[in-house]
């Protein structure tokens, strides 16, 4: 019997609901911790993120010199045509050359150019590689930074996401909106679009993933029910979710919405 197919995860258009942006955050939890179980097969690699360990970059980091020219070539083949897709080093790219596809336009133009990557960037690289490595250097630099970005544009896609989630928020409750974004009061904001048992359900689930994903998978039934050693801590996860995660993604939902009238 022919094996069924999942659907590709669903994409935002002119239908938006939030139920659909919700099933395309859910898809993107995996995207992440299976990011993150890649990245966790290195050690740290310190080297990769020292800008004088590799001269012949110009002052920068392997990681960050890797980032933009990956980025560049990622641009000439199209990627940042896709408005769910932000660079890190937008004055490195090339310019496409490709036929542009028709990506749906969602966003209202003058909240399109939201970006918080730096401080993705910053989270990233300071405060949640530590906690997802060991220690130590296998000299794997290449391979390291190229799970790096992974992880990064995983995380920054996520993030981004809440621009569409504003938009159909907004879309869902214009005149109430319109009363917090005229009063560019960001608390009332903050508060209307905050749904704290959905991310409770968010923090829980994820937590899962990292624990069902890290699982080795075996022909022997018998071995489901061992405890494994996870490749990435479950706890961790849930805690960039918690510390980092959704609270980007509702900044990225404000600084969207109050740009949205504009
Ligand atoms: C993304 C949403 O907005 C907020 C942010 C959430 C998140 O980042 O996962 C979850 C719930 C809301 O507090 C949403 O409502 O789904």
Known sequence: MAEK?????????????LGKVRDALIRQEDSIVFA??????????????DPSFFPQFGGRSLAEAYASEAEALQAKVGRYQNPEEV?????DLSVPSIIP??????????????????????????????????????????STAAADLMCLQALSRRIHYGKF????????????????????????????????????????????????????VTLEDKNCDV??????????VSR????????????VEVQYLLRRLD
């Open 5 to 17: 197919k999942t659907a590709p995860s669903p994409s935002p258009s002119q239908d938006l609901t």
């Open 36 to 49: 993150l179980i890649e990245r966790a097969k290195f050690p740290l690699n310190a080297p990769v993120y």
């Open 87 to 91: 660079p890190f080093f937008p004055d």
């Open 101 to 142: 596809y028709n990506f749906p336009q969602v966003f209202h133009p003058a909240s399109a150019s939201v970006n918080v990557n730096d401080a993705i960037w910053s989270m990233y690289f300071n405060e949640l590689l530590p906690l997802i490595t060991v220690k130590g250097d296998d000299g794997n630099y290449a």
């Open 165 to 216: 989630v504003a938009e159909v928020k907004f879309r869902d409750a214009p005149q109430d909106y319109t009363k917090a974004i005229q009063a560019k009061d960001t608390d009332t904001l903050m508060k209307m679009l905050t749904f704290a048992t959905v991310e409770e359900m968010v923090k829980r689930r994820v937590k899962k993933k990292a624990m069902v994903f890290s699982r080795n």
């Open 227 to 236: 405890e494994v050693e996870c490749k990435v801590d479950p706890s961790v």
């Open 240 to 251: 960039l979710y918690e510390q980092w995660v959704m609270p980007l993604t509702k900044d």
